[in-house]
């Protein structure tokens, strides 16, 4: 069966779930292999072998740290190179995409970003994607090369399908031309204690409606009571209520979790371009004509500072 490389997001080690997710998919269509770069590539070949991967190609070294993308292209590209894989998936994180795009044009492939699903077909991987602010599905294929397929998170459940995951060590030469850009400095981001935005499987996100960066922790205890990560719409954001990087929409992240509560927003076509495609979505606002409720799959019409905190409560509750 053919090979399928999986390119693995991680925090030293910890695969995230993305990964997972791309693991699974990749089975539809062959063998999955990962590729781990950086450390903690044995503690990370568990989880990769527990859903599916065949084998773990491992590099290390300084430089994938020290500059940005282009030297883990080139271990990429190494791996591309050893194994001649049927097709490569990445994460469609910023990263993910960049080392993507870079790798198809090294090989001379054609890619495919931000598909939400993926499927075997008789001349190659099938992708589908939601475009056109979520107006359109498509499915498509690549048809110049080896597919190079970058996935939103969320697009398929992890499915543990254990397998060998031996890890295998990777001959990676860094090239000169991969040192143009040297890191100088990393502040890391302060943590909420929250899931990622673009990762989460359930998002709650508050608009123009909250009123107030006063008020957006009445959003936060419906986030905390479900593990759910926090968004804004661009309103929330730009009065100053928000960060920007919670910004959910055409000009903020693209989310697909599989619950999206959406409250005192409105649901402006910029919004729904980056949360169309959640798999549940629900909404509550005062107004019963507000455009979010073409959308959803439950609305609840009222006022966010009664129903939102009665939610939080009845969550807790039977959560016990
Ligand atoms: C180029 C461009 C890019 C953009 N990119 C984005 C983007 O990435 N993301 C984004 O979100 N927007 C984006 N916008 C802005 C978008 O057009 C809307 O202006 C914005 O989404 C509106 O935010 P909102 O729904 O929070 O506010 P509003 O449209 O003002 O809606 C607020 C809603 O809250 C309801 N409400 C008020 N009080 C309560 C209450 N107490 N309880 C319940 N409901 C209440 C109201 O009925 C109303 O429906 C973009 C616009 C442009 C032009």
Redesign the pocket.
């Known amino acids: 069966m053919a090979e399928v490389l999986v390119y693995v997001d991680h925090a030293d080690g910890a695969v995230r779930k993305p990964t997972l997710e791309l693991l699974t998919l990749a089975r539809r269509i062959g063998e999955p292999v990962a590729v781990h770069l950086g450390a903690g590539a044995d503690t990370a070949a568990v989880t990769l072998a527990e859903h599916g991967a065949v084998k773990v190609l491992a590099a290390d070294a300084p430089e994938f740290t020290e500059y940005l993308v282009a030297p883990k292209v080139d271990a990429l590209q190494a791996a591309y190179e050893a194994v001649s894989p049927a097709a490569v998936l990445l994460p469609s994180s910023a990263e993910g995409k960049e080392i993507g795009a870079r790798l198809a044009v090294r090989i001379g492939s054609g890619i495919i970003t931000d598909a939400v699903d993926l499927e075997a077909g008789d001349e190659g991987p099938v992708a589908t994607q939601s475009v056109f602010a979520a107006s359109f599905t498509t499915k498509s294929r690549v048809t110049t090369g080896t597919p190079v397929i970058t996935v939103k998170p969320n697009s398929a459940a992890p499915e543990a399908a254990p397998a060998a995951g031996t890890v295998e060590q990777l001959d990676v030469t860094v090239a000169d031309s991969s040192k143009g850009t040297k890191i100088v400095s990393r502040t890391p981001r302060e943590s909420t204690g929250r899931p990622e935005l673009t990762e989460a499987a359930i998002v709650v996100s508050?608009?123009?409606?909250v009123?107030g960066a006063e008020n957006f922790p009445v959003i936060e205890a419906l986030a905390d009571s479900l593990g759910a990560a926090v968004g804004?719409?661009?309103?929330?954001?730009d009065a100053g209520w928000y960060p920007h990087t919670n910004?959910?929409?055409?000009?903020?992240k693209s989310v697909s979790p599989q619950l999206y509560i959406a409250?005192?927003?409105?649901?402006?076509?910029?919004?729904r371009?980056?949360m169309q495609t959640s798999k549940t979505i629900v909404a509550?606002?005062?107004?019963a004509e507000?455009p979010?409720f073409e959308l959803v799959d439950y609305g609840v019409v009222?006022?966010?500072?009664h129903?939102v905190p009665a939610l939080t409560e009845e969550v807790k509750i039977r959560k016990g």
């Open positions: 508050g608009g123009r409606g009123n804004a719409s661009r309103a929330a954001v910004q959910v929409g055409q000009t903020g409250a005192g927003i409105s649901g402006a076509i910029q919004h371009a980056g509550i606002n005062k107004d507000a979010i009222g006022d966010l500072f129903v």
